[in-house]
């Protein structure tokens, strides 16, 4: 496991980037005693356009504060996997959404394909879960944060009444995705 | 590690949890990126420690209102961005010329006028300095981690308190909108200072006498003494002295000499690497956090680069410029603007080493490898 590691969350205003950031910062600020650097970039726009936001995981303290080249991008729409992929370290991964994502660019790197809206749509009920089924998956690809510690800091922050419903969609996420692509693998990275 | 003292929290917050903890119980402010986030934490949580905020129709207003709630004593802040504190110079002119400690924090924006509000830049460093006219020190700090966000913004009370002088926070919008995890202190353990208060009768209160220290004991508006404030050049009893000349100059004299007789106190400046360094980075707020990772990444590749970082820049560090410029062939000042710092840098080294400058105002924070760039086009035939 490197011990310097940055992310990239990006997709449309109101799919819920933002908070998925701050639930990875606090998992891994608070719950895994890392040091942590989140920054969170969006437009003008209250709904649509693109967003992301990064952040860095490291054991020792961070210097310099931003993502140069992200170790994952998570695209949630076209628009935000076209503006965000480029920069992708050599060997990086990708988590898309297919639905959305339908025109997958060509990297260096692995492309994790996961039906992240569709999932939260049909199985757990409530497409706006599909931010927390995101990290779900991301928690089953890359061994950087345990699922326990990001599950704890995203019921530090759910409303109450809807524990369940944000449990669901991450082991949902994370199901799905070690039956797809990790059977025979350990997790990467 | 105490979970329960540690947070992830953005810089400006961190400067409105900073304040709070620094005993500062009276925000004024009128919303502007990307500084509204403190006002916003200011309204929520200030009335929860017996504080008050308002939202005033101005910047000007805002200036006018921590003024007067700190000449009735109250801890007070206003935080804004490049336009907000231009309109904010004027009365904090008066701040200094009366004395009135209270923090402004600036979250320097990009371009003169309203300029562009949402990316990061170092426009304001001589507005900082000389926004305001005539003859007046000023003390200011830039801020460059939320852990610096929270512990400076104590700090700039504590010298705003100390030395009866409006101190200016800068900060960007790099820095104000990211996150970082910090472990919040016990606010036991905190060196929280309070300005020195009259205990002479109020008949015998003079207002602007000085009792020796260079600094005069306040007594605050509604406490029984009832004394005259005016940003007119006054004498000891507070009244205008513009007759005077004597009396005059004794007053600037004593506003530059609180200051300048406790550099030891106000001056911070931060060294790395600079022991064996041929080349000098100098930069400050978030830019020296590019320059540090620079500074490491130089050095593998076998080329010795330390940095100079300013915390307050005003007054300017000049002692640790002129440590380095004996030793260092070059020195390189990195800002986010067309070259503000650089001036007194160049002025300060004295011709003594090579100076050269590297300014990006595009909006984005400077990387690394730009400044590594910049050390190996400036050193050729120097190092």
Not at chain 2, 24 to 52: D, Q, V, W
Request: aromatic share 8%.
């Amino acid at each position: 496991m490197s011990d310097y590691l940055e992310l990239r969350l990006s997709g449309s205003g109101g799919q819920g980037m933002m908070l998925a950031g701050t639930f990875l910062a606090e998992a891994a600020g608070i719950y895994e005693d890392k040091h942590i650097v989140l920054c969170k970039s969006y437009g003008p726009e209250a709904r649509g356009g693109a967003c992301r936001s990064e952040v860095i995981i490291s054991s020792e303290p961070i210097v310099y504060p931003e993502v140069q080249e992200p170790d994952l991008v998570l695209a949630m729409t076209q628009e935000a996997c076209d503006k965000y992929y480029e920069d992708l370290k050599s060997g990086g991964i990708m988590i898309i959404d297919p639905e959305h994502v339908r025109d997958i660019p060509d990297i260096n790197g692995k492309v994790y394909e996961i039906p992240l809206t569709q999932i939260a749509r049909d199985t757990v009920g409530n497409e706006i879960t599909a931010n927390v089924v995101a990290l779900g998956a991301l928690t089953a690809i890359v061994d950087w944060i345990s699922p326990e510690a990001l599950k704890s800091a995203i019921l530090d922050r759910t409303p109450k009444g809807t524990e369940e419903l944000n449990e669901k969609a991450f082991n949902y996420g994370y199901n799905y995705t070690m039956e797809k692509y990790m059977q025979s693998n350990s997790p990467v990275v | 590690m105490d979970k329960g003292r540690v947070a992830v929290i953005t810089g400006n917050d961190a400067i409105a949890k900073g304040a709070i903890a620094a005993g500062m119980r009276f925000f004024a402010g009128y919303p502007i990126t990307p500084a509204s986030e403190i006002s916003h934490y200011c309204a929520e949580n200030l009335p929860k420690y017996g504080g008050k905020f308002i939202q005033m129709e101005d910047e000007i207003g805002s200036m006018a209102a921590i003024i007067g709630a700190s000449m009735a004593g109250a801890k007070s802040m206003t935080s804004t961005s490049g336009p907000g504190f231009s309109l904010m110079q004027e009365n904090l002119g008066f701040a200094i010329m009366a004395e009135v400690p209270c923090v402004v924090v600036d979250v320097m924006r990009f371009g003169p006028s309203q300029g562009v509000a949402t990316v990061p830049a170092q426009a304001d460093v001589m507005q900082a300095r000389w926004g305001t006219h005539g003859d007046h020190p000023s003390i200011t700090l830039a801020l460059s981690t939320v852990k610096e966000a929270y512990e400076l913004t104590i700090r700039a009370f504590n010298l705003a308190e100390k030395y009866r002088t409006p101190v200016i926070l800068l900060s960007d919008a790099t820095l104000s909108q990211m996150s970082e995890k910090i472990e919040l202190p016990d606010p036991g353990t905190l060196e929280i200072i309070d300005r020195k208060i009259a205990t002479v009768d109020p008949e015998q209160f003079q207002p602007y006498e000085d009792d020796g220290s260079g600094i005069c004991p306040f007594a605050p508006y509604g406490s029984g003494y009832i004394w005259y404030t005016t940003g007119i050049v006054h004498d000891e009893t507070g009244f205008p002295a513009t007759s005077d000349p004597d009396k005059l100059a004794i007053q600037i004299d004593r506003l530059y000499d609180k200051i300048n007789h406790n550099l030891e106190d106000i001056v911070q400046v931060e060294e790395y690497l600079t022991e064996d360094a041929e080349v000098i980075l100098v930069a400050y707020g978030s830019v020296a956090r590019a320059a540090l990772a620079t500074a490491d990444t130089a050095r593998r590749e076998g080329i010795k680069v330390g940095v100079v970082k300013p915390v307050t820049i005003w007054p300017f560090p000049e002692q640790a410029i002129k440590k380095v410029r004996e030793k260092a062939k070059t020195i390189l000042v990195c800002e986010m603007n067309h070259g503000q710092l650089y001036w007194k840098v160049r002025e300060v080294v004295e011709g003594k080493a090579q100076i050269a400058f590297l300014g990006q105002y595009n909006g984005k924070l400077i990387k690394p490898e730009k400044i590594l760039a910049a050390i190996k086009e400036v050193t050729v035939g120097v190092c």
